[in-house]
């Protein structure tokens, strides 16, 4: 990086740098998005802060033109994989100051399936929007799924699949969970290109996600829900 690119981000304005690391995250510039983190770090700037403005506030402004068709997967990896260098330098800060998460998901494909361009997508978007995520990868039989529950506590199971095929075995998980007594304690949803509303309901989930975008406003949506309900309870 030249010594001209080093001076253009840092002669900005907080709120110009901000602007610009929107811009950046949209175009997926890796190395400009570990400089300004840095910028923002020097000047002061909270790790939360910097998150949710810069980083969780310019990956919503991609989702919104993913979903609306003006951005394509791969554009999209790109900005994801920016947010995540990103991320590299907030996550050990992040973790010191305690600062608050937006909830804990556990996703993966399910067993027969070995898609993850859309799950991948996901846990990116997701990671964007302050959530903490496990991804247990593909081809995931329903005894990953109840590890990784027992493991990490999550409050959203996530199950991806993108073959017809593989479909059904997104209701063994669930009747599993039912059969265990532990279906009511986590928000289950799912996605992936054949799936529909209408199977969502059927094999029991909470949610389908369209697209990464869309699961992220389900997913912040639904863990709202069951914070009231849980605060209602207790009242």
């Not at 002669?11 to 570990?34: F, N, R, T």
């Not at 068709?69 to 305690?98: D, H, Q, W, Y």
């Not at 279906?183 to 969502?200: K, T």
């Amino acid at each position: 990086m030249s010594q001209e690119d080093d001076l253009d981000l840092r002669s900005l304005s907080d709120e110009e740098l901000v602007e610009q690391m929107h811009d950046d995250l949209y175009d997926g510039l890796k190395d400009e998005i570990v400089e300004g983190v840095e910028i923002l770090l020097e000047r002061g700037w909270t790790p939360y802060r910097i998150l949710t403005d810069a980083l969780v506030e310019g990956m919503r402004i991609v989702g919104v033109d993913f979903r609306d068709g003006i951005l394509f997967v791969p554009e999209v990896l790109m900005s994801a994989n920016a947010m995540k260098a990103g991320m590299g330098l907030l996550r050990p800060l992040l973790a010191e100051t305690g600062a608050p998460k937006v909830g804990k998901m556990v996703i993966g494909t399910v067993k027969g399936d070995i898609h993850d361009i859309g799950k991948n997508l996901v846990s990116m978007m997701m990671e964007g929007a302050g959530f903490e995520v496990i991804d247990i990868g593909i081809n995931n039989p329903v005894e990953n799924y109840l590890a990784a529950i027992e493991e990490h506590k999550p409050d959203i199971v996530g199950m991806s699949a993108l073959l017809t095929t593989t479909m059904p075995y997104m209701k063994v998980v669930i009747d599993t969970m039912i059969e265990k007594g532990i279906r009511d304690d986590y928000i289950v949803m799912v996605g992936g290109a054949p799936l529909n509303e209408e199977f969502s309901q059927a094999v029991g989930a909470d949610a389908y996600g369209r697209d990464a975008a869309v699961t992220v406003e389900l997913a912040k949506e639904l863990i709202a829900r069951k914070h009231n309900q849980l605060v209602a309870r207790a009242g």
